[in-house]
């Protein structure tokens, strides 16, 4: 082998596999499911998001982008979520206090 071999697609770059972030797949998975199947789970994946977030912050060059994409993509979809539930509460509460008033 040739003693002298580097990285030929980009040589200013020190070749350095990249990290997933810790529970990147998990948190996609909870944001999607609070908006589709039980929103409390929204709470869960922005809790656990930021925690990623946090920690790509300290060290961006350890993990990689897509997997930061995936928690940002994860937190989103877990305050939809947690708005989706909020809204369902509000819309129980006119709809209980609208029958109140009529019943009477």
Same mark, same amino acid.
């Given at each position: #082998? ?18 997933? !972030? ?5 948190? !996609?998975? !909870? ?6 199947? %039980? ?13 990623? #977030? ?15 994409? #995936? ?10 979520? &947690? %708005?989706? &539930?909020i809204g369902i509460v509000l819309l129980m ?12």
């Amino acid at each position: #082998m040739d003693q002298n071999y580097q990285n030929t697609e980009n040589p200013n770059r020190n070749y350095r596999p990249e990290e997933q !972030l810790p529970n990147a797949v998990i948190i !996609l998975v !909870l944001g999607i499911l609070s908006i589709v199947f %039980c929103q409390p789970l929204g709470i869960a994946a922005l809790i656990m998001g930021n925690q990623s #977030m946090a920690l790509y912050r300290q060290e961006p060059n350890r993990y990689s982008e897509s997997s930061y994409n #995936m928690v940002k993509a994860g937190r989103i979809c877990g305050i939809i979520g &947690i %708005c989706l &539930i909020i809204g369902i509460v509000l819309l129980m509460l006119a709809g209980v206090s609208i029958f109140s008033f009529f019943a009477f």
